[in-house]
């Protein structure tokens, strides 16, 4: 399973950014797939996940009403909108796969890719 994140950049307070994930599997939808990010010197924590039916969808409290997670089976990508974007957003955002199969246990993540919104 490989996850390769992209769309992060620099961006003013109040701008957005799109991040996308494309994952190389064989059956996207046996994976619930997610996004956390990790700030400097802090513990890496979730910010949004999404079911195999590209429906329901969780996300951190910090996020809602800002930030909106989707996901196209068909093309094997996740996509995190990011609008109204804040300095305390600044982190690198990771790609994560779950499998939820007995065939494709596990989780997996992306190299990250950086989001730094200047104030």
């Known amino acids: 399973v490989q996850l390769v994140e992209s769309g992060g950049g620099l961006v003013q307070t109040g701008g957005s950014l799109r991040l996308s994930c494309a994952a190389s599997?064989?059956?996207?939808?046996?994976?619930?797939m997610g996004w956390y990010r990790q700030a400097p010197g802090r513990e890496r924590e979730f910010v949004a996940a999404m079911h195999r039916n590209g429906v329901i969808a969780n996300y951190a409290d910090s996020v809602k009403g800002r930030f909106t997670i989707s996901r196209d089976n068909a093309k094997n990508t996740m996509y995190l909108q990011m609008n109204n974007l804040k300095p305390e957003d600044t982190a690198i955002y990771y790609c994560?796969?779950?499998?939820?199969?007995?065939?494709?246990?596990?989780?997996?993540w992306g190299q990250g890719t950086q989001v730094t919104v200047s104030s």
């Open positions: 599997v064989r059956t996207f939808s046996d994976y619930v």
């Open positions: 994560n796969g779950r499998g939820i199969t007995i065939a494709t246990k596990g989780d997996y």
